[in-house]
């Protein structure tokens, strides 16, 4: 399989737990997307990277959320001190650099907080 | 500010029946415009990419529209089958930076 892959599928925690997600785009591909998506939305934009170097932060990412690309393949986000409004679908996509070209996403990693 | 509108939230038809999606856009200054495939509970599926230079793309039974005059893109769906019972979202890329903004998607029913 050659997509994006994202991992957990599923994650179940406890309010004030920190949590971390792994997604590992497409191998040539030099752009990923963070995105967020509550039940009957669209997804909201987080953060994108070109290659290792993160371009762009939503307001919507709170100073408890970061994301990484060490070495321009996978990221990571990790949400810390995690809060029931922070239940929702987080989805990384890639794509190749160029307004032109096509996203490809994940299949998600549903995040619970409880 | 860009929004992205579409409408209806949810529709149902039996099977066999042709059908067609609407979004609506309020800036038309767009990159272009995707058409995404979601099933519950899972990520997104690129199912239609149309650049702003284009009127239209094919993909199989589905053929999506884009009207930037107008603000509207359409995607139809020929001779519908339950598989294709699915939510379906468009997103708008204003830039190269490719962040899109989405609708919140229309919740396709197939009937058999």
Known sequence: ?114 | KQEVTQIPAALSVPEGENLVLNCSFTDSAIYNLQWFRQDPGKGLTSLLLIQSSQREQTSGRLNASLDKSSGRSTLYIAASQPGDSATYLCAANMDSNYQLIWGAGTKLIIKP
């Not at chain 1, 170097?53 to 690309?69: G, H, I, T």
């Not at chain 1, 922070?86 to 996203?103: H, K, P, R």
């Open chain 1, 1 to 114: 399989d050659t997509g994006v892959s994202q991992d957990p599928r599923h994650k179940i925690t406890k309010r004030g737990q920190n949590v971390t997600f792994r997604c590992d785009p497409i191998s040539e591909h030099n752009r990923l997307y963070w995105y967020r998506q509550t039940l009957g939305q669209g997804p909201e934009f987080l953060t994108y990277f070109q290659n290792e170097a993160q371009l762009e932060k939503s307001r919507l990412l709170s100073d408890r959320f970061s994301a990484e690309r060490p070495k321009g393949s996978f990221s990571t986000l990790e949400i810390q001190r995690t809060e029931q409004g922070d239940s929702a679908m987080y989805l990384c996509a890639s794509s190749l650099v160029g307004g032109d070209t096509e996203a490809f996403f994940g299949q998600g990693t549903r995040l619970t907080v409880v």
